[in-house]
C-alpha cells in the first residue's frame, strides 16, 4: 500500500520556512522545481475481452523530482501495486517502452479478477520514503468474461409419471451482467422463471441460475430438455442437454399365468409365468418362492427394450403337480430400481378325479395281475368240477355194473264199477322186474302177500355192446288190484330197482 500525498506543515518563524524550503524532497521546493511537471493517463474505460492483453498508457513530461513512477490498482488503503518501475513487481506486467517519460504496461492474459480502475503515479521521494507526488484520473478496466459451459441437474431422486420436477441450470465467471437463458424440451421453448444473477466475490464476474419446473411423463423416456445461454461475448449461445429418463421411474406392470391353469390332474407339469412389462430403468430383479421359501432357477433371461424405450422381461419356472403341492402358493416378487417390493401370487389346485385317475393308475399292474388270478382260478375250479363229475359217473357206472337191476312198475289200479270216484295213489299195481347182469341163477323174492299180485320176467341174452345195460320187452299185464299199501323198500344192494307208475285205465 502507498501512503497518499501529505500537505506542508505550518511554522511560525520566518526563517524556519525558509530552511524548509530549501530542503529537498519538500512539496514547495518541488512545485518550484518542477512546477511544469505533467502526468497524462488518457484512458477513461478500457473494455477487453478475458484472455486477450490490456494495455494501460500512462506519459509524463517536463521536469520532475526524484521518484519512480507505479502504477496502483484502486485507491486508498485497498491499493494494490502492479508495476514499479524499478523493479516490476508483477507477473505478466511490463513496460511497453521503459522510457523515463512512457509508462504505458500491458497485462496479459486478463482476467475477471483483472477488472478494476487503475491509477498512473508519480512519486517522490522525502525523509520518510516515497510519497506521491502526482496521479492519473484513472483507467476503469472491465474484462469481457464468456459464461461458462451451463450445467443441467434435475432431481435427486427419480420420480413417476405425473409427478412435476425442478431442472436447474447454472453458469458462472461472466461479464458484465448481461445474459439471457432459454429452456426447450424436444426442440419446443417451454415457460421458465427469470434467471437470478449474483456477483462473485473478489471478482467482477456474475454468475447464474434458471430454474425449470415441469411434470413427467411415461413417454419421456426419450425426451429431453435443453438449457441455452446467451451472453454478448459468445457468438452462437451455449447449449446443455438433460435426458429425461435420467429423472423418471416407470415402475412395471406385473401378471402372473399358469398354463394349464388350475385345476390341474396329478403329475401334470404346471408353467408359471411372470410377464414384468412397461418399466423404466432396466434395473429389476424377479425371484419365484413356493410357499414364501425361494425357487432355484435356471437360465435367468434379461431384460428386452421395447420401440418405446420400455423395457420387458418373462420369468417362468415349471413345477409339478403332485398331491402334496396341491393348494401351494407360488409367489412372482419384482424388485424394481430398489424400491419396495411387489408381489403377485397364483395358487396350484389338483383336481379330485385326478386324484383317483392316480389311484387306479398306481392300481393298474396289480388290476392286470388279480384279474389273471381271478380267470386262473376260474379255469381250475371248472376243470376240478369236470374232474369231480367225471370221477362221479365213473363211479355210478362202477356201482351200476355190480348190481342187478330191478325196475317196478306202479299202475294205479282203475275200477270199471268206479270211474267217477278219485283216483287213488295207493290203488297200484306193481311188476318187479329183478335181472342178474353176470348170467346168474334168477333169484326170485317174492312178497307173500294175499292182496298183491306180482309179475317176474326173465330177461333174454343182453344185446352186444353195452354190458351194463339190461333189456326186456314187457306186455301190459292187467293185474288185479291191490290193497293200499306202501311202496316196497328197494331191493337188497347187488340189484337196480326201477319203479314206473302207470296211469289205470
Known amino acids: 500500500m502507498e501512503p497518499l500525498p501529505r500537505g506542508p506543515g505550518r511554522v511560525s518563524w520566518p526563517l524556519t520556512c525558509l530552511v524548509l524550503l530549501s530542503l529537498p524532497g519538500w512539496p514547495g521546493a518541488g512545485a518550484q522545481v518542477s512546477r511544469d511537471f505533467k502526468l497524462q493517463q488518457p484512458q477513461d474505460k478500457v473494455s477487453v475481452a478475458a484472455g486477450e492483453t490490456l494495455t494501460l498508457t500512462c506519459t509524463t513530461s517536463g521536469n520532475a523530482p526524484a521518484g519512480p513512477v507505479k502504477w496502483l490498482k484502486g485507491w486508498g488503503s485497498g491499493n494494490q501495486t502492479i508495476y514499479d518501475q524499478t523493479n516490476a ?18 497485462i496479459r492474459d486478463v482476467q475477471p479478477k483483472d477488472a478494476g480502475t487503475y491509477y498512473c503515479v508519480k512519486f517522490r521521494k522525502s525523509v520518510s520514503g516515497d510519497e506521491v507526488y502526482q496521479h492519473g484520473k484513472g483507467t476503469e478496466v472491465s474484462v469481457r468474461a464468456k459464461p461458462t459451459p451451463p450445467v443441467v441437474s434435475g432431481p435427486e431422486d427419480r420420480a413417476g409419471p405425473g409427478q412435476s420436477v425442478a431442472f436447474t441450470c447454472t453458469a458462472g465467471g461472466f461479464f458484465p451482467e448481461d445474459i439471457s437463458v432459454k ?24 454468475n447464474m441460475v434458471s430454474t425449470v419446473t415441469m411434470p413427467l411423463g411415461v413417454d419421456d423416456v426419450r425426451s429431453q430438455v435443453v438449457c441455452e445461454v446467451r451472453h454478448p461475448t459468445l457468438t452462437a ?35 408359471f409365468t411372470c410377464h414384468v412389462k412397461g418399466f423404466y430403468p432396466r434395473d429389476v430383479a424377479i425371484t419365484w418362492l413356493e410357499n414364501g421359501t425361494e425357487m432355484n432357477m435356471e437360465n435367468v433371461s434379461q431384460p428386452v427394450e421395447t420401440p418405446q424405450g420400455l423395457f420387458k422381461l418373462t420369468r417362468l419356472v415349471e413345477v409339478k403337480a403332485m398331491e402334496e403341492k396341491n393348494g401351494s402358493v407360488f409367489t412372482c416378487r419384482v424388485v424394481h430400481d430398489a424400491q419396495e417390493p411387489v408381489d403377485r401370487t397364483a395358487t396350484l389346485w389338483i383336481t379330485a378325479t385326478s386324484k383317483s385317475e392316480t389311484t387306479d393308475s398306481s392300481q393298474t399292474v396289480n388290476g392286470g395281475f388279480l384279474m389273471i388270478y381271478i380267470v386262473v382260478g376260474v379255469v381250475c375250479a371248472v376243470l376240478a368240477l369236470l374232474v369231480a363229475a367225471i370221477l362221479y359217473l365213473i363211479r355210478v357206472k362202477q356201482s351200476k355194473g355190480k348190481s342187478s337191476p330191478s325196475a317196478r312198475l306202479h299202475e294205479p289200479e282203475k275200477s270199471s264199477e268206479a270211474t267217477t270216484q278219485e283216483s287213488d295213489p295207493n290203488n297200484l299195481t306193481y311188476a318187479d322186474l329183478n335181472f342178474d347182469r353176470e348170467k346168474k341163477t334168477i333169484r326170485r323174492m317174492v312178497e307173500m302177500s294175499q292182496q298183491s299180485e306180482y309179475a317176474c320176467i326173465q330177461p333174454s341174452r343182453a344185446p ?8 326186456a320187452d314187457l306186455d301190459m299185464v292187467h293185474l288185479s288190484k291191490a290193497p293200499k299199501r306202501p311202496a316196497p323198500h328197494p331191493e337188497e344192494t347187488g ?3 326201477a319203479s314206473v307208475q302207470i296211469p289205470r285205465k
Open 183 to 206: 429452456w426447450l424440451k424436444d426442440g419446443v421453448p417451454i415457460s421458465a422463471q427469470q434467471p437470478t444473477i449474483t456477483p462473485e466475490r473478489m471478482k467482477s464476474s456474475y
Open 495 to 497: 340189484s337196480e330197482y
Open 237 to 271: 449461445p451455449l447449449r446443455e442437454t438433460y435426458q429425461l429418463r435420467q429423472a423418471l421411474r416407470v415402475s412395471p406392470s406385473i401378471q402372473v399365468d399358469a398354463d394349464p391353469p388350475s385345476p390341474v390332474g396329478v403329475n401334470k407339469t404346471v408353467k
Open 464 to 471: 352186444n355192446g353195452d354190458d351194463n345195460l339190461t333189456y
Open 89 to 106: 513487481l508483477t507477473h505478466g506486467v511490463r513496460a511497453v517502452n521503459g522510457s523515463d517519460i512512457d509508462f504505458t504496461i500491458r
